[in-house]
């Protein structure tokens, strides 16, 4: 069979959501299991519990995206409605695929943190540093103990970050556009301290294979302190804001719920799986770097509806301002990347004095780092939940095949579960909830 | 009725002139992001950077309102048809900004998913440089597009465009394109 | 444990581990289950197995019934230039492979399934009726690498439009790369 016949046999209704007249009984019978997403036979999914469609002429099939503003990127939905009542859902991706694992088959392992920190544009340092772990797991390398607490301080900061972008993004969803203000207010505090360190504001390549780019700048110290106290203090603002407002309560409490049987069934993870009461931390469960030295809470919810990984969220950031301070407490000294000069390229001074220096630099940034044959799977907590990497190497320069768990990739798959049932008013709230980012959705 | 009043509170000007004067000052953008630069984009519209200063921080919602496309990201084979609609859709006059590298060339994405440049499917006045362009950068490009239409036709429709006709020595005086980041 | 021989002998790095997995706690299945299937042992003890195709189903089912409840990471490789590759005694490479991680949540575990999927015949079970989560990352298989589950509810492209041609993920397919000109950019010199 032909690659030309495959795709005949396959794009046959394609990838949109057809009309359910069109479709016989039998079928449409499995499509709602389908549609949603969980075989009927599962048992995480209790069908007689699910609303009936009306009958066949008063639904209707409406498509969201990809270029709407409350889908976040290019975000498509197709939704069957019946009246204001969402029956069926089905997340059409794929308009920001940017073949970045095919990319990274092609860059060498010194150049391919520039393609992974473009995946999730939300939290790019995580990227990087999912990337690095796997290539280090390979060579084997042990990292120096500052190259460890840079990296975790960098990764906190940046899951401040990107929850406080997700606070601005779902408060303009709703209505709150001070929310929205206050959210990059902040958000532009951390980036400036990103600025100072990594030169850029995001798509960093700061973490690197075998350490980081560069050492923290002089005084990061104050900088990290003055951040967290003023981000402490404002998180108190937002309690106020939206915890304690009727109106914004109304809008997500009990909306777009999930129970934990399904989440784990969806292998749904991050705040979404950590709102139905899940306590699964990448960070405490199988701790990497040094998570295991640090203090710090999981926060769960109990519901798993929209307040619930909202209050997630927000907890999250007290919890990792906590981490931060620890971070900046118990930072020791010493080298910021591995002094092995097969993975390490030598300060820019020596290539000047050294001619063996001078190749080791000229042979690193032509052929890359030599990683050992093998493959591996290394996985780490990225605010949107498990960012995992599967690298396979086949000892040259090069990755052999370098695939992403995308956390959002996979957290859409529960959307259907989410908004099944609820108004369509309240899918805009759901949607923003799973805190989707396109670019690691579509890779 | 109030014409005596007419000895002040009024100026004369060229209509052109006006006309370009109030698009310059209102041009609303369409909200059209797609990565990275989606991000940018917004917190160019924010208490920090503060679009509003040029008039823009309407971001429309449907691309019949707007007057700008800012293309903000990476546009992949299957995004391109759908942008071009929105192109399409959106009233004369209308302007693009082609914000960042994957949108102006494809950037570090040189593989079969990727648009090498939007260009190839809308018309673009201004390319903002920059793997995202900060919000600085952003604001320039803006700042010369305002410049861009200050200077520009109105009645200019771009499929219609004539080239600029050169005669000996002489420009005629609708520059394609004006560099603003030079001072003058 | 029938496994040979770790896939190299370097000692899992600090920070580096295979996902973050560190002492006994990650190893293995107590249970038993699938204790025929071949198997090695990755990094960090992550258990690894290399059941057949007609194998690969029962085998889920079976982890699953170990605790093994949520799939995390579903993708996969295509091996056309670099057939040489560990795999224990008793599983012929084939081109494509694909690659499951599955987690235990209570105590958190995790193993890894490869299963060998020969270029002629690009077929697997799916694993979506086990595990739902499967869907997408399944779909993306498909669209990546051309590899079809059977069982699979709405197997299309995901990714890719649907008209595309070709599998992109595919050792064979080219990256597709546009010789960029730049207009002003002087000749060769």
Partial sequence: ?443 | MGLEDLNRNFFTARLEDLVKWARRNSVWPATFGLACCAIEMMAVGTADFDVSRFGMEVFRASPRQADLMVVAGRVSQKMAPVLRQVYDQMMEPKWVISMGVCASSGGMFNNYAIVQGVDQVVPVDVYAPGCPPSPETLLHAILTLHEKIRTGQITRRRATTPPVERTAGWLREEPEAVRLGTPR | MSGPEPETGTPPATGATEGGLAGASGRGVAGGGGSDVPQLVGRAGVQIFFPSRERYHDLLAELQVEGFEMLADLCGVDYLTHPGRTLPAGVEPERFEVAVVLRRLDPPGMVRIRVQVPEADPVLASAWDLYPGAEAMERECFDMFGIRFVGHPDLTRILMPEDWEGHPLRKDYGVGRVPVQFKEAPGPR
């Fill in chain 1, 1 to 443: 069979m032909t690659d030309k016949d495959l795709v005949k046999e396959t794009s046959e209704g394609g990838q949109e959501l057809g009309p359910a007249a069109a479709t016989p009984p039998e079928e449409r019978r499995r499509e709602r299991g389908a549609i949603l997403r969980v075989p009927e036979s599962h048992p995480a999914v209790d069908l007689a519990d699910l609303p009936e469609a009306g009958a066949e002429d008063e639904t209707m099939i409406i498509n969201m995206g990809p270029q709407h503003p409350s889908t976040h990127g290019v975000l498509r939905l197709m939704m069957e409605l019946d009246g204001e009542t969402v029956l069926r859902t089905k997340p059409v991706i794929g308009y920001l695929h940017t073949g970045m694992e095919k990319t990274a088959e092609e860059l060498t392992y010194v150049q391919g943190g520039t393609n992974v920190t473009r995946m999730d544009y939300l939290s790019p340092l995580t990227n990087e540093l999912v990337y690095a772990l796997a290539a280090e797991a390979l060579l084997g390398v042990e990292l120096p103990p500052r190259a460890v607490w840079i990296r975790m301080l960098l990764a906190e900061l940046q899951r401040i970050s990107s929850h406080l972008m997700w606070m601005a993004t779902n408060g303009m969803d709703l209505g709150s556009t001070t929310m929205m203000i206050f959210g990059f207010r902040e958000r532009e505090m951390v980036l400036a301290f990103f600025e100072k360190t990594t030169g850029l504001r995001m798509n960093h390549n700061f973490i690197r294979v075998g350490g980081t780019a560069a050492d923290l700048p002089d005084g990061w110290e104050d900088d990290v302190t003055v951040l967290c106290d003023t981000i402490e203090a404002r998180l108190d603002d937002y309690d106020e804001l939206l915890t304690g407002q009727p109106i914004f309560r109304e809008r997500v409490e009990g909306v777009g719920a999930i129970s934990a049987a399904e989440a784990i069934a969806l292998s749904a993870t991050g705040p979404i799986l950590r709102s139905t009461g899940v306590p699964w931390d990448l960070r405490r469960t199988m701790p990497y770097l040094a998570y295991d030295q640090v203090e710090f809470d999981v926060i769960v919810g109990t519901y798993g509806d929209n307040f619930d990984r909202y209050a997630v969220r927000l907890n999250e950031i007290r919890e990792s301002i906590r981490i931060v301070r620890q971070v900046v407490e118990k930072m020791p000294s010493g080298p910021y990347r591995v002094l092995d000069r097969k993975v390490t390229p030598p300060p820019r001074a020596r290539i000047d004095e050294s001619m063996e220096a001078l190749i080791h630099h000229f042979k690193l940034f032509t052929e890359g780092i030599r990683v050992p044959e093998g493959e591996v799977y290394v996985a780490v907590e990225s605010p949107r939940g498990e960012l995992g990497c599967y690298m396979v190497s086949d000892g040259t320069g090069k990755p052999y095949r370098m695939h992403i768990r995308a956390p959002s990739f996979v957290n859409l798959q529960s959307l259907p579960v989410m908004l099944h049932g609820g108004l369509i008013a309240d899918a805009i709230a759901s949607i923003s909830s799973v805190d989707p980012v396109m670019g690691e959705v579509d890779r």
